[in-house]
């Protein structure tokens, strides 16, 4: 198949998906396009099958907001067109589903039919979507789609509670390669973070308020009143310096690391103990997934999808938003090092379920479902 992704190159964890479902992808044959404003992040690799189509933005001084949606469905017309595309697959509605309604229309005048998959990642409905300045869009662009999906059944569910969904939408859950995550010794990286052989506490977020990185680090001085430890802090985003300031105001400074953001998350992981996602709202989980993949369990909120990730007593505890306590006293239940070898366990064994060579079909099974709708739509209106 010739597949067209459109996705946000960010670390963002819809980019991370998207891209890696690429590279899955053109491992096993297919011509897959990327259709972004700038090189991937995790597009890292190369790949014969793979391909980068970059949106180019023209500016001019009467555009105060440049139209990013016009020249993205622009370029969509022009790789489904030039490249002979079967498909095109946008990840984040805002405005991937939108601007590809547009191209869809566009290119019918050609008579070129191009089935549209759309795949919901969690903020694009949860915080952005449902704004009324997008609401309007988001229910049409999803409606249009050929195919919704959607990365959790709460965010299913949240879906149709939150906009007029007419379609149905299919859950297909975030995915991890598990070769390339996967606990490595790196027991150097130990000892230079943790000289005492302390517990160490890792939180990854892009820093936002949704993220709720204060209750993490408040959780992390509970642990550390009770057991020596240290904190890792990846990522970076708008909350960043408040955080650091926050280390300031607890007096756990000398016990904190902030690291921005890493490319071999992965080694990092490899000598963690505990991962804390204390986030509001979060259809997934996909950096707790990546977490578990090397095997450290989980301390985090009950919210969004979460409860489908982690299981409550076995490869972690799930809190209520902001109960700091709560999570603190189940941190150090884990930590006990009687507990922890069980948790760790539990952990790898829960992201096994989501191997990527077990949800990659998933895709590929909608793709052909949309391709067969195209093919019986032809027959129908040729008899
Ligand atoms: O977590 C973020 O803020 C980034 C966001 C994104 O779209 O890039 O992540 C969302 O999509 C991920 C991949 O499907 C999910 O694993 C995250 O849970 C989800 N984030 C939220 O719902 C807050």
Wanted: charged letters at 25%; one cysteine or more; a negative charge.
């Amino acid at each position: 198949m010739k597949i067209g992704i459109v996705l946000y190159p960010t670390y963002g964890g819809s980019g991370v998906v998207a891209t890696e479902l690429g590279k899955g992808l053109a491992q096993k044959g297919h011509s897959v396009h990327f259709i972004t404003y700038s090189q991937p992040s995790r597009l890292d690799c190369f790949n014969e099958n793979l391909y980068y189509h970059e949106v180019d933005l023209l500016t001019y001084p009467l555009f105060h907001y440049p139209p990013y949606e016009l020249a993205l469905a622009s370029k969509m017309v022009n790789v489904v067109k030039f490249e002979k595309l079967d498909l095109l697959h946008v990840h984040y509605a805002i405005p991937h589903a939108s601007a590809a309604y547009m191209a869809k229309q566009i290119l019918a005048e050609d008579n070129i039919s191009i089935p549209v998959i759309t795949t919901l990642h969690g903020t694009d409905i949860t915080l952005v979507g449902k704004d009324p300045s997008f609401e309007p869009v988001v229910t049409f662009s999803i409606n249009q789609s050929d195919y919704v999906t959607a990365v959790s059944e709460d965010l299913k569910k949240d879906t149709y509670s939150h906009f007029n969904i007419k379609k149905d939408i299919k859950v297909i859950p975030n995915f991890i390669d598990l070769i390339k995550f996967r606990k490595m010794k790196k027991d150097h990286f130990k000892k230079a973070i943790c000289p005492n052989d302390e517990k160490l506490i890792v939180h990854t977020s892009n820093f936002r308020k949704v993220k709720r990185v204060d209750d993490a680090l408040r959780v992390f001085q509970g642990i550390i009143n009770a057991m020596p430890a240290k904190m890792l802090l990846i990522g970076d985003g708008p909350e960043r310096a408040n955080m650091e300031m926050l280390c300031r105001e607890l007096d756990i400074c000398d016990d904190t690391r902030f690291l921005g953001k890493q490319e071999a998350i992965e080694e990092l992981l490899s000598v963690a103990d505990l991962f804390i996602m204390p986030s509001e709202k979060e259809s997934f989980g996909l950096a707790a997934l990546e977490a578990m993949a090397c095997e450290v369990p989980l301390i985090s909120t009950n919210a969004g999808g979460l409860p489908e990730l982690n299981i409550n007593g076995k490869t972690g505890f799930l809190s209520d938003v902001g109960d700091i306590e709560d999570m603190t006293k189940n941190a150090l239940f884990i930590l006990q090092d009687e507990n922890l070898t069980e948790f760790k366990q539990n952990a790898l064994q829960r992201a096994k379920d989501f191997d990527i060579s077990k949800i990659l079909p998933q895709y590929e099974a909608v793709y052909n479902e949309v391709l067969d709708m195209k093919k019986n739509l032809v027959t129908d209106l040729n008899h």
